[in-house]
């Protein structure tokens, strides 16, 4: 897929995504959103970068820490993510805490730099992964963490027939390497590459439980990378997708409610000295 063409498909998918996202993603990712923070161990008055930030989450836990004297900017290719995610720093009064729409493939002259660089399940979306990781590298300090996370393995991931149900339908092309960076060491590979030292990473097991099928196909078609694709279908394709993606999970049904697995990597790195 065209990259042009991608960060299209991506910055305009999440414009239309932003509500659902936030109704149905925040608080089953917030196990793997702690995971991060914690690694990165955000100090008071520290300097906070935040990229693919989607509404705000982990750049408005930072800015918790980071307190009056520190700050946190967070950015997004998605407009409409990036006015979420000031509406929720406003509404809470977080005056040292800032959005800015921004391709995180590339780097962004701030005039600062940070010593604590972040991204939360956003590398799988860009079309060079690789090249954002270095270009969050390049904007920390001497020994400023860079702490990343990304979906893992696609058979340890029980939601990931979406991409094949959907592209069976119209050519989306929707994230076409969506799993690559969590496959083997491939996330290493990356921070290593980006010139970071200590380089570590850990696999973490997560469940993403909805309460009825109705609320499983609204996170995973409204809330989620397909939505875009999903807006453009007529009703019976519509009717097909989520009959399709609910044969695909069934055996994580409990009931009427879905417990459906997932994986999620999460990287940590630290720019030498």
Same mark, same amino acid.
């Given at each position: 897929? *065209? ?46 970068? *935040? ?64 010593? +604590? ?32 996370? +990304?979906?893992?393995?696609? *058979? ?17 092309? +929707? ?42 196909? *609204? ?51 630290? +720019?030498?000295?």
């Amino acid at each position: 897929m *065209d990259a042009r063409l991608q960060r299209r498909v991506q910055r305009y998918g999440w414009d239309r995504a932003v509500g659902h996202y936030e109704e149905h993603w925040l608080h089953r990712l917030w196990p793997a959103t702690e995971q991060v923070l914690e690694r990165a161990a955000i100090a008071p008055g520290e300097r906070v970068l *935040d990229v693919a930030c989607g509404t705000g989450v982990l750049a408005v836990a930072a800015a918790s820490r980071v307190g009056r004297s520190g700050m946190v900017v967070g950015t997004d290719i998605s407009a409409k993510m990036v006015e979420a995610a000031r509406a929720t720093a406003s509404a809470l009064g977080l005056a040292n805490c800032r959005f800015e729409r921004s391709d995180a493939e590339q780097p962004l002259e701030f005039g600062i730099k940070f010593q +604590v660089g972040l991204c939360g399940l956003g590398l799988m979306y860009m079309p060079d992964s690789e090249r954002a990781i270095a270009a969050l590298a390049e904007q920390l300090v001497p020994n400023g963490r860079a702490v990343v996370s +990304v979906w893992g393995r696609r *058979d340890r991931c029980g939601w990931a027939d979406i991409f094949p149900i959907v592209d069976a339908h119209v050519e989306s092309e +929707v994230c076409p390497l969506f799993f690559r960076m969590g496959m083997g060491d491939s996330l290493r590979h990356g921070l290593d590459a980006a010139g970071l030292k200590d380089v570590a990473t850990e696999r973490l097991p997560i469940t993403l439980r909805y309460e009825s099928a109705g609320e499983a196909c *609204d996170a995973i078609f409204l809330g989620g990378p397909v939505a875009l694709a999903y807006a453009h279908f007529d009703a019976a394709s519509r009717a097909a997708v989520r009959a399709d993606y609910l044969r695909s999970v069934e055996p994580f049904r409990r009931g009427e409610a879905y417990e459906i697995p997932g994986e999620i990597v999460i990287g940590y790195g630290v +720019v030498p000295a």
